[in-house]
């Protein structure tokens, strides 16, 4: 059963575009929703993370767009560079000692000059 | 270099032969996570500890599958007749339940081929 389940695969956009990832989840008792970045062959950096009690969390050019009712978050990137070049995945947690993260399938971002 | 680390980061077996990894988590941590990555896909949780203690498994730890955190501090993960199907990235992350526990830190992996 796949309870973090993300789209689209991959995606390509050009420099300065904003690429938009979506996630949708099924357990309601999740409270903790971060998005990873991993280039290849390293483990996955921390980006950003959100909490159900607001919708919008901004960290530099990275935005959580938070949707309770819908069980829904997207990660927008602002102004976006090559650099951003890397697969990207939500997940989702419990607060508390079943804080294991449960990881959507990731989107490959390219970004072109 | 204060992150958590890996060892090996990478590692070639047959198939048949056990192999261990060991993950040192961030040292203020308290909680850490085993996780298995295959190509394409996002990481599946294996196991937890809080402190030396192993909280949960997964269904995904067969019985060939070990982990253990003695002191609390540095783990391991142990497999024993590995199989091509054990192939994958073993990620080990760290937390600090002194702020909540969520934010969970990812080492670089150990590359696991089995031939």
């Known amino acids: 059963q796949q309870q973090v389940k993300q789209s689209p695969q991959s995606l390509i956009v050009q420099k300065g575009g904003i690429p938009i990832i979506n996630c949708a989840y099924e357990?309601?008792?999740?409270?903790?929703f971060p998005w990873y970045q991993q280039f290849p062959g390293k483990g996955p950096a921390l980006l950003i993370a959100?909490?159900?009690?607001?919708s919008e969390k901004k960290e530099g050019r990275f935005t959580i767009s938070f949707n309770k009712s819908a069980k829904q978050f997207s990660l927008h990137i602002m102004d976006s560079q090559p650099g951003d070049s890397a697969t990207y995945f939500c997940?989702?947690?419990?607060?508390?000692?079943?804080?294991?993260?449960?990881f959507g399938t990731g989107t490959r971002l390219q970004v072109t000059l | 270099d204060t992150g958590v680390s890996q060892d090996p980061r990478h590692k070639i077996t047959k198939r048949g032969q056990n192999v261990t990894f060991r993950c040192d988590p961030i040292?203020?941590?308290?909680?850490l996570y085993w996780y298995r990555q295959t190509l394409g896909q996002g990481p599946e949780f294996l196991t937890y500890?809080?402190?030396?203690?192993?909280?949960?498994k997964s269904r995904l730890l067969s019985d060939r599958f070990s982990a253990e955190r003695p002191k609390g501090s540095f783990s391991t993960l142990e497999i024993q007749r590995t199989e091509q199907g054990d192939s994958a990235m073993y990620l080990c992350?760290?937390?600090?339940?002194?702020?909540?526990?969520?934010?969970?830190?990812f080492g670089p992996g150990t590359r696991l081929t089995v031939l």
């Open positions: 992350a760290s937390s600090s339940q002194s702020f909540g526990g969520n934010e969970q830190f």
């Open positions: 997940a989702a947690s419990l607060t508390g000692t079943a804080s294991k993260l449960t």
């Open positions: 959100i909490r159900p009690d607001v």
């Open positions: 357990n309601t008792a999740f409270d903790y």
């Open positions: 040292s203020e941590h308290n909680r």
């Open positions: 500890f809080q402190n030396e203690a192993q909280l949960e």
